[in-house]
Each structure stands twice: as C-alpha cells, then as structure tokens.
C-alpha cells in the first residue's frame, strides 16, 4: 500500500522524539499499520537555527502552507503549542482535508469544541493522545477501553513537573524553592515554570479527561485550579506522620447534583498506588461501574514518550482511512449529537475532608474557641494534634484532620479562625482524598 | 441506526455479568458506539436450571446454532470457556459471518493461529481483550496504545488467584494450602485450582500478550511454566529481610538470542510497583523503547471487570463494522503476512540472578563446599546470609542470592549441591527478576 506522508509542524524536543521514533522504528511500525508512515516536510521557524543531525531525510520549510496545503500530505502533527497560532494551523490543516494529530493539551482543553465541530464536519480526525499522560495511552484506554462503564472518578497525577516538586521536597527535605530549582537544574521545569505549577497545565488535561468519561462538552473555565507552592515541607512532614502523602491531583467525580472538576494539592493516604507514584511520571486511577478501580502509569512528558502517544495516533488515523467518518470513535468518546450539558458543580459545594495547620499561641481556651467555631460551621474532626513549640518559642502547630465538610463551611470558619487573636498568621488547608473509598450508589442517581 | 443484536454462547457467572452490564449502562453505550447493543439471545446448557433473575429481556436456548446460524445476529460471544467445545462454536460462527468476542484464554493462545486465519479470510473480527487482564484494556493498550514502540518486557501479574494467595501467606503468615484454603472459601479460587496455581492460566495469558508485543505466532507450547505450591512463608518471610517480595509473574523478554517467555514465581524489590499489586489484582508493566515503562492495573477477573473488557470489544467490533477489513488493527497487533518467526530462547539458556535456601548441617567446611561448586559453574554470589539454627536444632538454613546466571548452570550446580552430604532435602530455588534495569542496548540488536 501507499506510504501515509507526514508533515510535522514544530520541530523542537518532541517534533524531533517523532522524527527519531518513526525512523528507528519504521520496520514495526509498517508491520503494524500495513504500510510506511514518512514524514516527508517539517515547518521550523527559523532555518538558520543549529540543530541536532535527524537521520530521517524531510524537506524543511519555515511556511507552514507548504505543509497544510501539500496535496502530497495526508496528517499534519502539530507540535508548536500556545492556542492562538496552533489554532489557526488546525483549521487550515482542517480546510485543507488533512487530519491532525497534536499533543496541545491547551489547545484541545480551550478551543476543543469548535475544532472537533469542524474536524467532524469534513470527516476528518483530530487525535490528541499525547495531550494527557504521554504515552500512557489513557485517552484510548478511557473513550475505547472503558466504553461499558459509567465512570464515577477520575483521579490523576497528570503534572509530572508539580509530582517531581512534591516527591523532592519530601525524599530530600528541600523547601519549595530549592525543589523548583533541581526541577529547573535537571530540565524537569521549564524556564518560566507558571504553567506547571499553578495547575494551569493539570486543569487542561483534566478538562480533556472529564469531557471523554462524562460526555459533557470541554470546559476549562469550569476547572477550579490551585497549584503546589503554598506546599511546605512542614506540611508534608505532618502529612507523613498521619500516614498520608500530598500529591497535586485532577479530580473528575460525578456527584448527583453535578461534575466536581478540580485540582489542587491532596492527602492521600500511603497505601494508595496514587501515593507511590514519584518523580516525573504520571499516573491516573479511574473508577468505573463495572470496571472497578483501574490505574494507568508511565512517562508523561519528554520527547520519545510524548513520541509514542503521537505514533500511535498516526496509526489510528491511518487505520481509519477506510472507515465510515460516522462509525469512527467520536473525538471526546461520545457522539456528539448525544452529549449531556451536566453541569460542573460550584466549587463551594463540593465535600472532602480538610487539613488544616494553624499557628496557635499556646493558652488555654483556644483550642475550644477553633473547635467552637468549626462545630458552628457543621464541620466534625477526625484528629487534632498538638505539635511542640516551634523555634520561636511563641505558637505551636495545631494540625487538625476533618471529616467531609462543605468548601463553603471550610472556608468560612476558617475566616473566623483566622481573625481569633491566639491564631498566628493564616491557617493552612489541604483538602484530602480517599482515593479508594467509592460510593457506588452516587453512580446510578446521577442523570 | 439499527441496533446490533448479539448472541451469548455460556450465561454464567461473566455472561450475567454481561447482560447487566449492556442493560444498566445501555443508554451510555449508545451514546458512545451511536447505536443500542442488544442481547437477543442466550444460550444455556440447561434450560431448567434456576437463575438470577436478568433485567433485561432475550431469547433462551439450549442449541447453539440458534445464535451461530441466526441471520438476525451480528456478534457471538463465547463464554463456554475449554479449548475443544469453544473452538468449534468459535468455527461455526464466523462460518456463518459473524463477528466473535470471547474471554477465552485457553482457547486463544492454543487455537488462536488458525482462528484467526480463519476470521481474516472471511473478513471477521475476533475480539479477546477480556481474555488477559479483566477490564484493563491491556490488548488495546499494547496493540494499538504502543504502535510506535519496539517492546523490550512485558512484565505482569496475571493470574489473580495466585497474587491473592501469595499476599494472603505474606499478610496473614499462613502456609500455602491454609492461604489456598481461604481462596477457595471467599470464591478467588475455582473447586479445581489446578490452572491457576499451576501457572498455566497465566501462560496462556503471557502467550497472547507476547505475540501482540513482539509480532510472533501465539506459542502457548514453547512457555516455561512453573506454579506457586513450593513457596513457602519461611521463603517469603527471608525475602522481605532482604528487601523484596515474591510475586508470579508473567514474562516475555526481548535479548539477542531469541524472546524469554516464562512464567514462575520471583523476587522482586519492594519498590518496584509491581510488588505492591495485592490480593486478587492484576498488573502488567510494559516497557517499550519510546514510552520507558508503563503500568496498566486492575481487576483481572469477576463478573463485571470481564463484561467491561466483552462490552468494549463490542463498541469495537461495531466501529469496524464499515471498515475495509484489511486496514482494520490486526488481530496480533503486526499483519499476519508480516509475522516474523522470532525464535522463544530454550528456558536453560535464560539467565537471571537467583535465590536459594539451603538447609545445611552446620559444620566447619560446608559453606567452601557449596561456594566452590558455584563458582566452578561460573555462578557469582551477591548475598550469602546464614541463619539461626532451626526448631529441630539440627540444620541450619542459608540463604543466598545470586548475581545473573545461566539457568542451565544453576541447575546443575543445585543437583551437584543437593549431593553434599551436609545438605538436608532439596534447595528451593526462587528466580528474581530487577524490572527497573533495562539493557536498551538489546533492543536494536535483535532481528
């Protein structure tokens, strides 16, 4: 059979992991998809710029019309990131009848709807598999693999950034600073970090994830995000002598008044799996009805693995060449003419238990006042533990586990905790997840 | 679209599971694959016997032929499970054009060859993700999820029956048979455990992951198999001093000289993930060239983890429905004209680190004994560890673990060692496997 021809669009790190992993591999590759998958152009910005010697042999451009247009080309990849410009590409590629494979996870988070409209309008495939966990391959496992279950939980370490952060300041007992910094040093954080670890760049795979197991329309602006660097090392120490880890999760739970789509940093307990997943790599636990719990682990950035995840797409679209564009996988699992506008719940009423640590000026009473005030708000404690005398010598950590409380409730009392004259500072609040802990009956109720 | 109407062939305990599966989450399903699945018919040995009563609503039968000849039916499931029964049912379905989905192991890795042959001349599909690994989706992830990679390991826990005994001596420090005894009484063992503890069940398992990775014929004659009845809690008990637990798994290795494809008990580090998979889990570690290593867990047996896998072989099977068949994903991952005859390394040539127990009589001189004849086989010592004298106060055991050895020379070394007179009974030996180090050298040098 003819070979497929591929332009790539962006040829840094991961344009050249897919050049290198297509040519080192073309032979299993070609015994796999039946037929060559070339990639004959790549569109760089500048061609001037050194680069490291490719053994593939491509043409090189610096305008990306000679790849979106070339009737010779069958898929464009897209790998020059941002959403405005990558946007505009998509829809030439679009217009131009080629089907696209990108690993733009902010592009796919923020302009999915629309681009898979089109995409879908002209019977062409936009894959995105190595926009969430590199080549974990949980996009397919998920809208393919799962597709008998109603899934109720997603939870997922999808920032391999933020999980090298939080794993090196436990393993070596670093503050955050020093952690970004190794982070930096090792190339694990990229020069200007924010995405990263604001939980911007989590929020997007999320959004991606919650949209194919739900059946809802792509909604990042739904996502509450927080990041990692109000996280001490403090805190994790504490967290440690309760038996929990404090991992940067994306959470997608189906509750019967809505969706909960959130991430930010959580206890979890030492025993989970979650809890053991260090350094770089990522990994994500789905709870379905059938299924049980499931997890999928491995590499979620970097050239070769994000590499995989882009091949791999290749070959699915290669297969589909010859399928009905109406009988193929729907871009986010379900057909979009049958998609459910469930709503995302409001952060304020979703429910989890809560660290808290508090700087209190040890005298007697203030711990009736906090619990007074937290009894006010319905809020019930699991553990309350009071720490030495810190190095001042003035106030002593309190460190107090919930159970489930309201964000709202939290979030008041701890406002009222705050103004109590013994209380030093602000509190610390860590919200905490039982990862295994499912409540099935929540599955059926939900519309 | 006209509904996809489907025959199951065997209404046990994971036909039920699939009839409730399709029937609670139908109106998901539909969203997903865009049209209903609908059981039409069951068949049943027994038309008499009493049954849970099934919500939804299909045709009984106790004559197969009612579903393999029935033009109104698009899909067979097979759940009769054995090897001789399934495959002629499996025969006579796609002789009447349909589709099969079948959760049957046995029958895959020992007829799979010819069945597949069969269905790809008449352009059929036959679907098995349910036969490895339950509900993880481990033969999509592998054939489709991992296209781009050249896989080096597949490493697993595949028989959940034998990882619930062997976490249940650890955990509660039984022996053997009182673990096994458990098993049978809580259901995770069959009446007849032979298959499983044998390591058979996970052979067949190991036979169709390694011809899905490596693009070989299914070989389920050619795999060393070796079961779990000979490890004891005093081995497991030694094995945690030394930092590592005892797992079976499943292996198929990539080296120069040919693919490992064995299955046995091992010692594996306790930080290695797979070793934390407990009770009737399973989990299978792929490491592939571009994506570094991943991990795929989940229930691998059970009513419902089994119908999640049949169900999306379903979803699958309808999407292909308008597909050329010779661009649909083959059904061993490589075009079967593009198979490559890659040789399975005899089992004495393997080479891997051991661990021993000797049981010696403690006098001045046995240790140079057993030391020399090591070495005079080229078998090199990484821990040598004596222990206190036992409750019978007359022998002593020794513990030693090997660096990497031929497997010949450690046998014959163990039999030349067995002839001491100082040795009472046989050595127990445990392979021990290192799934963090890999040779990627070894990758590009085989054919």
Redesign the interface.
Known sequence: MKPINIGIVGLGTVGC?VVN??H??RE???????RDICVTHAVVRDLEKKRPPLEANFALTSNSIDVTDNPNIDIVVELIGGVREASQLVERALEKNKHVVTANKALIAQRGNELFELASSKGLTIAF?AAVG????II??LR???????IYRISGIINGTSNYILTEMFNSKLDFESALNNATNLGYAEHDPSTDISGTDAAHKLTILASIAY?IPLKFSDVYVEGIAHITLEDMLYADELNYRIKHLGLAIRTPDGIELRTHPCLIRKDE?LS?INGVMN?IQID????????????GA?A??T??????D???V???????P?????HL???PR???DVPILDMKLTTTPYYLRLNVIDKPGVLADITEILGRYDISIEVISQKETNTQGRSVPIIIITHDAVEKSIMDAISEIEQLAAINGLVQRIRLERLSVVNKSVV?QVG
Do not use: C, W
């Open positions: 992991g992993v297509l080192r591999n299993e590759i070609s015994r796999r998809a039946g598999e590199g080549g974990i391959s397919k496992v393919e693999g799962l597709a008998g279950n109603r059946g799996l053991n990994a379905g009805d059938a299924v049980g719990p499931t997890l999928h682990y491995g590499a970097g070769e693995p590499a995989s995840a882009i091949v791999a290749l070959v699915d290669v297969r589909t060449l010859t399928t009905d109406n009988n193929r996988v729907p699992a379900f057909q049958l998609m459910v059926q």
